[in-house]
């Protein structure tokens, strides 16, 4: 083998080298893209689960609210209010 045929080999195994890593980099790109997108997915389904989840707290707190009042209403001051 000559210097020459080496030089040719080791020449077409860099830049098959340098090949596999530009493909594998251009894959890594891809991969964190798609992570990117499914993480702004997730973000914004947790924005609209806490939003769903604080307006029920909100229409429970008001509707114990109404019961109070009503409660309130039709209490007798000093009499003893039973429970069922």
Do not use: F, H
Not at 9 to 35: C, F, I, P
Request: charged share 35%.
């Amino acid at each position: 083998m000559t210097t020459t045929s080496r030089d040719d080999d080791v020449t077409t195994g860099a830049l098959w080298q340098m090949e596999a890593n530009n493909k594998r980099e251009n894959e890594l790109k891809k991969v964190k893209r798609e992570l990117e997108d499914i993480q702004a997915q997730r973000d914004s389904q947790m924005a609209a689960l806490r939003k769903k989840s604080q307006d029920a707290v909100n229409e429970l707190n008001e509707q114990i609210d109404q019961l109070q009042k009503a409660k309130q209403k039709y209490t007798i001051p000093g009499q003893l209010t039973v429970l069922c």
